[in-house]
């Protein structure tokens, strides 16, 4: 058997710099008053790298919930028919700007006291994304304990990514892309989110693997299990921002077909911002450079900066928490070899096979790698 050891991620993320956090614990679940949820469910203890990470809002150290959590239904239907509509002009943006290393520039929302407001749906989905963050409490700390935490949250970095069945997400770690580049410093989001805008597709698949010693130790050096989250529109998943994670199409449950495209709208949150310039905060004049369809009429000027959001784009009224399942490795499952994002470094692992061992086709599973010769590095 091998020593079970956990790391976690996140898709809206947070950047805090990377401690060498972790998780440990059982797991308790209570629903919150703000916003109810029907699925409660347990999941079993989690091993994890050395050194303690804070876990997920609302989640105990070593829990499943401490590392990955998914909603379903998240926003309402006309807020979501707004989200796919300006996802290819924020998509436009980001392709227009190209920067060193061939990266991508991503977007910036503030949050707190002094924000600007929001000047269009994306916008305005971020914000609503950070009310759902922190909307479920269910560890014994104080209203004011979690509204401190809230506030160490000063934005979130925001954009789109549009996949085509040919295309995957290489594996890598979230962090601060300018300060990696220029400073070859390693700093990680808090929490990482990604909000599927389509059905079909790579899942997104989260490695129990971090890095230590601003990213030249990787923690374990093998990974003991793997979250494997499948699209489903209107899904939110949401990870700890310190692990690695990638989408592969071809372990897709519900592959896409040759005129598809996989749609997710991804949000990090920061306790610092990110270095400019690839994390930047979009002015009027530069949204209207690239396109005229973003921003919203400007006769719907909310007298503060922003424009009037329409009164229907909220969080889904019918918003839950999805279950993740644990499905487990065997020796009759294919071998499937994965590149870890390094050159010449990868994992070859027993996977069951996505279009019959996986029941619920857009689901959330925890594959758990029990025998050390189901799983190797090289």
């Known amino acids: 058997m091998m020593n079970p050891i956990i790391v976690i991620t996140i898709y809206i993320s ?56 998914t909603y379903e239904d998240v926003f309402s239907e006309e807020l979501l028919e707004q989200l796919i509509k300006e996802a290819p002009e924020l998509d436009k943006v980001g392709r227009s700007r190209l920067l060193s290393n061939n990266k991508r520039q991503t977007f910036w929302m503030p949050m707190g006291v002094g924000a600007p407001k929001p000047r269009f749906g994306i916008e305005h989905a971020v914000n609503l994304l950070f009310d759902l963050l922190y909307a479920n409490s ?98 939110h998943m949401i990870n700890r921002g310190d692990l690695n994670h990638g989408a592969l199409q071809k372990l897709s449950a519900n592959p896409l077909e040759e005129d598809e495209i996989r749609i997710t709208f991804v949000v990090s949150w920061e306790t610092k911002k990110p270095l400019e310039p690839n994390c930047h905060y979009l002015t009027d004049d530069e949204i209207n450079e690239f396109t005229s369809k973003l921003l919203l009429n400007n006769n719907n000027n909310n007298g503060s900066g922003g424009m009037k959001m329409n009164e229907k784009w909220t969080l889904s009224k019918n918003i839950k928490r999805g279950e993740i399942l644990d499905i487990k490795a065997n020796k009759h499952d294919q071998d499937v070899i994965i590149p870890m994002g390094r050159p010449e470094h990868f994992l070859k692992g027993k996977w069951p096979d996505p279009t019959t061992r996986f029941k619920v086709k857009d689901g959330t599973y925890n594959l758990i790698w029990e025998d050390e010769n189901d799983v190797e590095m090289f």
């Open 138 to 235: 269910y560890e014994s700390e104080s209203n004011i304990k979690m509204r401190e935490r809230r506030k160490q949250i000063v934005g979130g970095k925001y954009w789109v990514q549009y996949r085509p069945s040919n295309e995957d997400v290489s594996f890598h770690y979230d962090k601060d892309e300018g300060l990696a580049s220029d400073h070859m410093i390693m700093r990680f989001p808090q929490f990482a989110t990604v909000t599927y805008l389509s059905n079909a597709g790579a899942p997104t698949i989260i490695f129990n693997q971090t890095v230590t010693q601003n990213g030249n130790v990787e923690v374990p050096q093998t990974p003991t299990n793997t979250f494997i989250v499948y699209p489903k529109k209107n899904k």
């Open 14 to 69: 947070l950047c805090l710099i990377n401690n060498n956090n972790s998780c440990y614990g059982a797991d308790t679940t209570k629903e919150d008053d703000d916003v109810e949820f029907d699925v409660v469910f347990h999941q079993p203890t989690l091993g994890s790298p050395n050194a303690p990470r804070e876990p997920l809002p609302g989640a105990l150290y070593g829990s499943a919930d401490a590392l990955v959590r």
